[in-house]
């Protein structure tokens, strides 16, 4: 069945530091593509989406390139800040069938230390 | 501004009750659904609806119950039969399509 794999955590960076915290899926058909984040205590919060292959998502200086030929999606940050301290998501679109639904990743802690 | 709403923020519970969480959207999303998630975790499904009337059992469904008699809401109710309860329970909602989903701030649920 569809899946999604992240890479284990915690991640810990140091300030500045280059980001990557690797997602690969398997799934049928041609999923959509989602890393969320979440705050200590909060919610989940959409970081980035991407909705057909080679396209690449965007936001608050992370990227992420849908990559059908590795079926990965890996987030990538070039310059990390302690406020990015979160948990991170990799999400897809569950079946061939437009009904909303999500498969998520365990998550993945990163750390970031001044 | 359109949201989605979980409240309380806090919920105590004593052994042997029930109690309600309460998840309100206005962002007329057809879809929404509950998860469960324990400190370290992943997110866990609990119920899902994708329609008015109609909700089906997710992964962890034992324990607790949900309704949906309006669009906007769909309460979940912990049951006295759910063993182990204390944990952040957070509901989303989405449209039909591949846009993904909104989360409310959740709740944190705890036993006394």
């Known amino acids: 069945g569809d899946s999604v794999t992240q890479m284990e955590g915690p991640v810990t960076l140091s300030e500045e530091a280059f980001l990557t915290i690797n997602c690969t899926y398997t799934?049928?058909?041609?999923?959509?593509l989602f890393w969320y984040v979440q705050y200590p205590g909060e919610g989940l919060q959409l970081l980035l989406k991407a909705t057909k292959a080679d396209d690449k998502g965007s936001n608050k200086g992370f990227e992420a390139t849908y990559r059908k030929e590795t079926t990965s999606f890996h987030l990538e940050k070039g310059s990390v800040q302690v406020s990015d301290s979160a948990v991170y998501f990799c999400a897809l679109t569950y079946g061939s069938s437009n009904t909303g639904k999500l498969i998520f990743g365990q998550g993945t802690t990163l750390q970031v230390k001044p | 501004d359109g949201g989605i709403t979980q409240s309380p923020k806090y919920l105590f519970r004593k052994e042997g009750q029930n109690v309600t969480l309460s998840c309100e959207q206005n962002?007329?999303?057809?879809?929404m659904y509950w998860y469960r998630q324990d400190p370290g975790q992943g997110l866990r499904l609990i119920y899902y609806?994708?329609?008015?009337?109609?909700?089906q059992k997710g992964d962890i469904a034992e324990g607790y119950s949900v309704s949906r008699e309006k669009k906007e809401s769909f309460p979940l109710t912990v049951t006295s039969a759910q063993k182990n309860p204390t944990a952040f329970y957070l509901c989303?909602?989405?449209?039909?399509?591949?846009?993904?989903?909104?989360f409310g701030s959740g709740t944190r649920l705890t036993v006394v």
């Open positions: 609806s994708q329609i008015v009337n109609d909700f």
């Open positions: 962002l007329n999303h057809d879809a």
């Open positions: 799934a049928t058909g041609y999923p959509s």
């Open positions: 989303a909602s989405s449209r039909a399509n591949r846009d993904g989903y909104t």
